[in-house]
């Protein structure tokens, strides 16, 4: 098993989820891997916890990584938050993303879990990946 391959996928996943149009029209620059101080918008998209577990085979060292991909807003109503969680999987699922180290096997949608937050006010959709990862 290798965990060394972890930090150049969320580079991956944090470089396409930022780049792409429709999350951007959205959120704008608000993808964040680390919140940051201050006031946050209204609406954002947080790379978030991790789970790495050994996935070796004959050919060498690989992972299979869980990770969460968040959207959370105060805006009342899952609609929106809908919407941008949308945007992400349509980026992320099945994705053939280029890694700085390894290679990535695939990277699929594993489910989702839309709950509200802040008395109610607000709302999270923490979508869950599942990646497999060779390092090389």
């Given at each position: 098993?290798?965990?060394?391959?972890?930090?150049?996928?969320q580079?991956?996943?944090?470089?396409?989820?930022?780049?792409?149009?429709?999350?951007?029209?959205a959120v704008?620059?608000?993808?964040?891997?680390?919140?940051?101080?201050?006031?946050?918008?209204?609406?954002?998209?947080?790379?978030?916890?991790e789970?790495?577990?050994?996935?070796?085979?004959?050919?060498?060292?690989?992972?299979?990584?869980?990770?969460?991909?968040?959207?959370?807003?105060?805006v009342?109503?899952?609609?929106?938050?809908k919407?941008v969680?949308g945007?992400?999987?349509?980026?992320?699922?099945?994705?053939d993303?280029?890694?700085t180290?390894?290679?990535l096997?695939f990277?699929?949608?594993?489910?989702?879990?839309?709950?509200?937050?802040?008395?109610g006010?607000?709302?999270?959709?923490?979508?869950?990946?599942?990646?497999r990862?060779?390092?090389?």
């Open positions: 098993m290798s965990y060394a391959v972890s930090a150049a996928l580079s991956a996943v944090f470089s396409a989820v930022a780049a792409d149009v429709a999350v951007s029209d704008g620059d608000a993808v964040y891997d680390a919140l940051p101080s201050g006031a946050l918008p209204s609406i954002y998209v947080s790379i978030g916890p789970t790495v577990r050994a996935a070796d085979d004959k050919t060498g060292s690989g992972a299979e990584h869980r990770f969460d991909v968040s959207v959370v807003t105060e009342p109503g899952f609609f929106k938050a919407e969680a945007a992400v999987c349509d980026v992320l699922h099945d994705a993303l280029p890694l180290r390894g290679r096997v990277l699929r949608f594993d489910r989702a879990r839309a709950v509200k937050i802040d008395k006010t607000g709302r999270r959709i923490d979508l869950t990946f599942r990646a990862t060779e390092d090389n």
